[in-house]
């Protein structure tokens, strides 16, 4: 008796139940919006980790790669400049920095990798 009673007054919901449609018209459901905390913890650790492995390699180049790499991706609080812009403010011409460029990003992920 008392499971009829509560039965209906019960709030669960399956993950499997259609919320809505999208934009497409396709079936919305809620375990499709749902994200596994965890997952999200651990690739945020995850990204910390490599951040700051980032870092340290960055700390053993030069200071003329490290500049570049500062200027270009906009590290340390810099602001992200093109090609263009990093090389009229290191007085070097557009294609040295690519060069440069290329070398150091071959560089950091030979390390990387290791």
Known sequence: MHLRKTS??????????PLKCDYDGNEL???DILQDS???IEDEINLQEEI???NEVI?????????????????????ELTQ???????NISQSY???LEKKIIK????ILSK
Request: hydrophobic share 30%; glycine share 8%.
């Open 59 to 79: 700390k053993e180049l030069n200071p003329r790669e490290k500049e570049i790499l500062y200027l270009r991706y906009g590290l340390g609080g810099e602001e």
């Open 8 to 17: 209906k007054s019960r709030q669960e919901i399956s993950l499997d139940e």
């Open 38 to 40: 965890d997952e999200g």
């Open 29 to 31: 459901l809620l375990s």
């Open 107 to 110: 560089n950091l992920h030979a």
């Open 97 to 99: 920095i690519s060069r």
């Open 84 to 90: 263009k812009e990093a090389a009229d403010k290191l």
């Open 52 to 54: 700051a492995r980032l």
